[in-house]
């Protein structure tokens, strides 16, 4: 049993370099890189052969997050992002809505099963869906729910992992999807420089573009977490600062940062994998029980329902499959795994519309959760 943090992470990187090997012997098997690397997290940790401190892969998910989200932002243009930003907010919120529906229907159906924390349980289990940890967080403090926190989590985590398990597979049914929903909006996978009219020749991958957009990962990352708290802000606050400053570099020095393209490509794909075999090493598969079928079930039934009705939007909307799998992420897993989906769909230039759908969630979603469970205490 491997306990250091540092050995930990040593040997997760270590798993991750031979599967990104693998790999890279086929580019077909480009999809199973993010499946397979949750897989592998999921096995080291609840086998028990890697057991580090129960805050070490929580820290981790979070400053990686902030890493890989900064390398892959750097090179993406805010114009690009204003023109294409509307439509998947209007497919991640008519999700969220379908979302609370699904969560009534399973309040009104469990509540005698619940009891008097039905709503803060079924809350729980439905705002995180579009309102993430923070919003769930918030029902049970204002609640005094946390023992429904407790609860619901882990069922949260099996519906997160049942995401990301389709969203990661169906990268080689894309093309037959998008047929399906017929889109006339959907991203090229293509560099921003590619998609304006001054086209830039990205310079290939070399030690010096590597070094440059190292540094320019760190400098950002430090200046936000600095500014952060001098700003009142922090979390999800210094997401946003992160994601403003990559958009101001990537916008304002379009041509300097489609240099780095390739470099930023190559180790924002290596780190958000990283980021998601911690998500899978932070997935406790033994706290799931029989007492948490009721649960499970709404989590389920706010899985289907939500999900089905997003995807519905996504057609009507017109919108291709890779924004619908954004939108998933965003809403139930995190920006991390909806970021490395956008690295394995070959849809770059999304990141920025993917951080801006999440943070959506998170500042409104926490009102929404909220008033939420407050309306459905009324129905008890």
């Known amino acids: 049993m491997i306990k250091n943090p540092i050995e930990v992470f040593m040997l997760f990187v270590f798993v991750l370099a031979i599967l990104y090997y693998i790999v890279s012997l086929n580019p077909k098997w480009r999809g199973l890189l993010a499946l397979a690397s949750i897989i592998m997290g999921i096995i080291l940790t609840n086998t028990g052969f890697a057991s580090p401190p129960k805050t070490f892969i929580p820290s981790v998910i979070g400053t990686m997050t902030n890493f890989f989200i900064t390398v892959m932002i750097m090179t993406c243009d805010v114009r690009r992002f204003a023109k294409v930003a509307l439509k998947p907010l209007?497919?991640?919120?008519?999700g969220a809505v379908g979302s609370v529906l699904a969560g009534t229907l399973?309040?009104?159906?469990?509540?005698?099963?619940?009891?008097?924390?039905?709503?803060?349980?079924?809350?729980?289990?439905?705002?995180?869906?579009?309102?993430?940890?923070?919003?769930?967080?918030?029902?049970?403090?204002?609640?005094?729910?946390?023992?429904?926190?407790?609860?619901?989590?882990?069922?949260?985590?099996?519906?997160?992992?049942?995401?990301?398990?389709?969203?990661?597979?169906?990268?080689?049914?894309?093309?037959?999807?998008n047929r399906w929903l017929k889109p006339t909006f959907f991203y090229k996978g293509q560099d921003v420089s590619q998609v304006e009219k001054d086209q830039v020749v990205q310079k290939p991958l070399n030690e010096a573009n590597l070094a440059i957009v190292l540094g320019l990962t760190v400098l950002i990352m430090y200046v936000s977490s600095k500014l952060g708290p001098y700003l009142h802000i922090g979390g999800s606050g210094n997401l946003l600062l992160i994601t403003t400053f990559g958009l101001a570099l990537g916008t304002l020095g379009r041509k300097f940062s489609a240099s780095l393209y390739e470099a930023s490509h190559t180790v924002g794909l290596f780190a958000s994998n990283l980021v998601l075999v911690f998500i899978g090493a932070n997935s406790n598969l033994a706290s799931v029980g029989f007492t948490f079928l009721p649960i499970l079930a709404v989590v389920l039934m706010v899985f289907v329902i939500g999900c089905g009705i997003m995807t519905i939007a996504g057609k009507l909307l017109r919108v291709d499959w890779t924004t619908i799998i954004v939108c998933w992420l965003s809403g139930d897993v995190g920006t991390a795994a909806a970021v490395a989906a956008t690295t394995t769909y070959g849809a770059v230039e999304s990141v920025p519309v993917t951080v801006i759908v999440t943070m959506s969630g998170t500042v409104f979603g926490l009102y929404l959760s909220i008033l939420l469970v407050k309306m459905w205490m009324g129905m008890m």
């Open 106 to 177: 399973g309040l009104l159906i469990f509540k005698g099963v619940l009891g008097p924390t039905a709503p803060a349980i079924v809350g729980i289990a439905t705002v995180g869906t579009f309102g993430h940890s923070e919003s769930q967080v918030a029902i049970a403090s204002i609640y005094n729910a946390t023992n429904a926190l407790a609860i619901a989590y882990p069922m949260c985590n099996i519906r997160s992992l049942l995401i990301i398990l389709i969203s990661f597979s169906a990268y080689s049914l894309a093309p037959k999807i």
């Open 90 to 94: 209007l497919v991640f919120w008519i």
